[in-house]
Structures are given as C-alpha cells and as structure tokens.
C-alpha cells in the first residue's frame, strides 16, 4: 500500500491528455459479454475498476486480451457463473454484470456492488426495470439473483434519474423478445457511447441521449470495433487542476461540449478558458470571484466533479455555495480540506466554502474517489507538503495520475506506507 506525496505551490504548465471514459469503460467492458464473436474496446484508461472488470470476464470463462490500452474479449466460452463475492464488491459498475448476464443467458448471480459511499446508493431503479422484462429478482445475503424463462420488452418508466439504471435495462433489453421504451432516462455521455457499442454490435437502439430509449431487441449480437470517449470527469478535475495551480495548461482529447457546465461556471470565477475541437485551454485567473454550484443530472454540474471544485473556491474571494442534489452525503473530503486550513460548513446538503484562504499541507486521506482529486488539487494549491493516504480510490479512475502530474511540471511522489499507517489504515 502506498500514499501520494505533493510539494505544493510550483505553478503547473504544459498540456495533459484525457484517457477513456472510466464510466462508459465499467459499462461496454460488461456489454461484451452480450457477443457471440471477439469484442475490441480502444482508448480504455488504465485504471483499477478496468482491471477489476477484465478478472472478472477471465472469471466467468472469458478470453481476455489488454495492452495499449486496447482490450479484445472473446466471450464465445462464457458461462453464467454465480458471482456473488470477491472483486463485485470492489467496484460500483459490476451491477452492469447484472444486465448483461441476464441479457445473454437469462440468469445472473451478482454480489451486490461497491464503488464510492456517497450515502445510499440503492439499485431499485435496476430491479424495476428486470422486473418489467419477465426477470424473477431476490436478494440472498447480499447477492442478487436473477432468472427469466425470456426476456420480454416492456415499458419502464423510471422513477430516478438513474444513470446505471439506463445502461443496465438497455443490457438485459438488447436480446430480449420485441420493444422496451425506457422513460425518464438519463442523458449523460457515456449512455450515448454505450448504446453506440451495442448498436455496431447489431443492436437497435434508437435516442440514447434523450430522455426516451427505444430498444427493438435481437436474437443475437456479433463482434465489433469500438472506440471510447474521452473522460469528462478526468477532463473536468485537470480543468479544474489547470484553473487552481496553473499558469496555462491544454488539455488534449476532450470535448468540451460535454462540459459546458463545468466551463461557465469556470468563466464566471473570472478563469480565462479557450474551448477549440478536442482541446482546452485554462490560462491564469487575476483574482477569483465566488459561484454557486448546484449539481444535477446531465447536463447540469457533474455531482462528480463537485468534490475538485470546491478545492478551487477556497481560493475565491467572498462565500460560494456547492450543493450536492444526487448524492446526501458526498462531503468527506471537507475535513481533509479544513485539515488544511480550508474555511469550510456543511449544512445539510450544501458546503459553505469562505475564502479566500491559503491552503497548507497536511496529512489527509481520501475517502473515495473524487475525494482523492479533491485533495490532490488542494496539495497542489498548498503551501508545504501535502500526504494523501488512501489512493487506491484515486487509482479506481484516474489513469497515470502521477506521471500526469509530473508532466505540467508538479512535484508529486509516491512511498510506502509506513508499518504504523497500514495498521491505521487497517483499523479504519
Ligand atoms: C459507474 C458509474 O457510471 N458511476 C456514475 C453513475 O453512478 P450510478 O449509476 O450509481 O448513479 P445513478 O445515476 O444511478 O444515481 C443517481 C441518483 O439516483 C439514485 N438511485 C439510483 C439508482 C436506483 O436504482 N435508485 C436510486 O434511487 C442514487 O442513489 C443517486 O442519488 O452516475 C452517477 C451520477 O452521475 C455518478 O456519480 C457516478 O460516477
Ligand atoms: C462515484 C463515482 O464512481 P462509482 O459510481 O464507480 O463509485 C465517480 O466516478 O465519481
């Protein structure tokens, strides 16, 4: 086990570039298994949740190959194997094994998933949607079984904006018997890629990307070529990253449509931003002013990048307002920052960030994903040294964070755990 290590303050410069989509990776890797002939997937980013996601494919009879950031598998000899423990946890997106087994062999034993504890993070919205296509659902000790003699389209309306919900009712549909109309779907990107996937596979899948997905199930789904979009989120937290400690960075292989949000409320701080094809400019801010933010669905603020953005407005002059609407408890990062000298409340589902104030380093560890980039821009930000323990969640969706880093110029490093932090680690 390891921890992060970061001398703060040495202006950042140069140009990044974005890796795949961890969101649309966690949902086209499972989708394969929906083929009866090799699947290849380019551009995948080279995270822990993409790793998880292969050993899984290999544990239910897969043949997996990833180098280059390509990865082809071959799910000819998959069988439905129970998967009720191990690796499911250690990841949010297995769920999407649920659909995809259940959509090639009719029954699927799935734990239920991990991934980051935001507050609760039910999957009803999931098991509505099986329900409504002919699937028997129960949960035994914490894993889910699902069987259907067949699978039948049907009408399903879901109750939540539900991104995972919407991916995975497409999964199980794709191969089911006539039409499935889900309503109240989520927009997001990475719906979009996944039903791209599908459709090359021989899928018909008509509005991905609006609110209404008309499936036409198939008998069956054939190999295919497919190449991932760009990580919004990764995107967004060198953004983000570029705006707090940067004296003019590019960020490479991104679309910047997919972050308009992100990037108004960028401008409005007073952060120069210059937004070309598949590339972005942040250029240095003279001063920062205060915004509110207030997460929602696609294409509103990303709840994702909630937690790096308030890093950057402990810098702004005056009080901002972040406010999480998909997530209640998606705050664990504001003691770290207050461990670092950040002014900060939380009142119900708001954080009240005062600036602005100059963030010191310290001994901090993140408590989930977007937690760790949140105090990886503060590090960054802070006078001294900066210790963040609990990488690994950095590690689920961040590709080569470090290298990234070192790249713009920071002063970032990896050690050991010291004996005494494992057993803390350990305890926690
Ligand atoms: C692997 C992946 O893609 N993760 C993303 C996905 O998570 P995930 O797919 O888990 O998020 P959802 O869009 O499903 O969740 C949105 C909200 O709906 C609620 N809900 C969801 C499903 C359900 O059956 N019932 C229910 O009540 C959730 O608790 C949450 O409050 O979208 C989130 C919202 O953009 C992102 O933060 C995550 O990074
Ligand atoms: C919450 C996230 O991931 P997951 O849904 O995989 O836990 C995230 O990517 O910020």
């Known amino acids: 086990m390891e921890k992060l290590k970061i001398a703060g303050g040495y202006p950042l410069k140069g140009t990044v570039r974005i890796s795949g989509a961890k969101n649309s990776a966690v949902a086209l890797i499972p989708a394969t298994i929906l083929a009866d002939s090799p699947v290849t997937i380019e551009g995948l980013p080279e995270i822990s949740d993409v790793e998880i996601l292969k050993d899984l494919l290999e544990e239910i009879g897969g043949t997996v190959q990833f180098s280059n950031n ?7 000899s998959m069988i439905s194997m129970p998967l009720p423990n191990g690796k499911v946890k250690k990841l949010r997106a297995s769920y999407y094994l649920m659909g995809a ?35 028997s659902v129960t949960n035994e000790q914490g894993a889910i079984y699902l069987r259907a003699n067949e699978l039948v389209g049907a009408r399903i309306y879901l109750d939540v904006v539900s991104v995972g919900a919407t991916i995975n009712i497409m999964l199980a549909a794709v191969r089911a018997k006539g039409r499935t109309i889900i309503e109240n779907a989520a927009k997001e990107p990475e719906i979009i890629d996944v039903a791209t996937l599908l459709t090359n596979m021989g899928a018909k899948i008509k509005g991905a990307g609006t609110d209404v997905i008309r499936i036409d199930g198939v008998d069956e789904l054939h190999g295919c070529r497919h190449t991932i979009i760009p990580d919004r989120i990764e995107a ?60 929602l669905v696609y294409p509103g603020f990303p709840t994702d990048l909630q937690q790096p953005f308030t890093s950057l407005l402990t810098r702004a002059k005056g009080t901002s307002v972040v406010t999480d609407t998909i997530y209640s408890a998606r705050f664990k990062h504001i003691d770290e920052l207050r461990r670092m000298n950040a002014n900060i409340k939380v009142e119900g589902r708001s954080a009240i960030i005062s600036g602005p104030v100059q963030l010191q380093g310290a001994k901090v560890k993140a408590s989930d994903l977007r937690a760790g980039a ?33 790249g713009l110029g920071a002063t970032i490093w990896k050690e050991d755990l010291s004996k005494e932090e494992m057993e803390q680690m350990n305890q926690a």
């Open 101 to 135: 087994m259940l959509g090639r062999f009719k029954k699927a034993v799935i734990g239920l998933p991990g991934g980051c504890h935001l507050g609760p993070r039910p999957i009803d919205q999931h098991i509505k949607g099986f329900e409504a296509l002919g699937a």
């Open 236 to 295: 967004g937290t060198y953004l983000i990253l570029g705006a707090a400690a940067g004296e003019g960075i590019l960020i490479d292989n991104i679309i910047p449509q997919h972050l308009e949000s992100l990037i108004a409320k960028l401008r409005e701080m007073g952060v120069p931003i210059d937004a070309k094809d598949d590339q972005v400019f942040v250029g240095k801010a003279e001063s920062f002013k205060p915004v509110d933010i207030k997460t």
């Open 70 to 76: 390509e990865m082809t598998v071959d799910p000819s």
């Open 374 to 406: 949140a105090l990886v821009i503060a590090g960054l930000m802070a006078e001294g040294i900066t210790e963040i323990t609990g990488v690994e969640h950095i590690y689920r969706g961040y590709s080569h964070i470090v290298e990234k880093l070192e």
